[in-house]
């Protein structure tokens, strides 16, 4: 059974930092797509990022490019999103999420089978 546990959340000031985890279980990064999401008060859930299984190719979404990144660390099942120089606007609950044998659209929706449930980023002075 996939899991997947959030941690790292927490309140930060306008242009700082912060790094989410995502405790996974349950898979083999290789074959997974493995993804952020974030929905802030009031609106839809949007991708952050989304890392397509097999080596595939990753995809940023333009509000975060150049100050979020995803990374992976295998030997621990536990991937990252390192967020440098966050906005009051990154405030949100972040989700990470995960699929087997999918390729992430780099122009639309993602649609992935394992979530997580969560943690509250909040970008306030």
């Known amino acids: 059974e996939v899991q997947l546990v959030e941690s790292g959340g927490g309140l930060v000031q306008p242009g700082g930092s912060l790094r989410l985890s995502c405790a996974a279980s349950g898979f083999t990064f290789d074959d997974y797509a493995v993804a952020w999401f974030r929905q802030a008060p009031g609106k839809e859930r949007e991708k952050v990022v989304c890392s397509s299984s097999n080596h595939g190719a990753t995809y940023y979404a333009n509000s975060v490019k150049g100050r979020f990144t995803i990374s992976k660390d295998e030997a621990n099942n536990t991937f990252y999103l390192h967020m440098n120089t966050l906005k009051p606007e990154d405030t949100a609950v972040y989700y990470c999420?995960?699929?087997?044998?999918?390729?992430?659209?780099?122009?639309?929706?993602?649609?992935?089978?394992?979530w997580g449930k969560g943690t509250l980023v909040t970008v306030s002075l």
């Open positions: 999420a995960a699929d087997q044998n999918y390729y992430c659209n780099p122009y639309g929706v993602d649609i992935m089978d394992y």
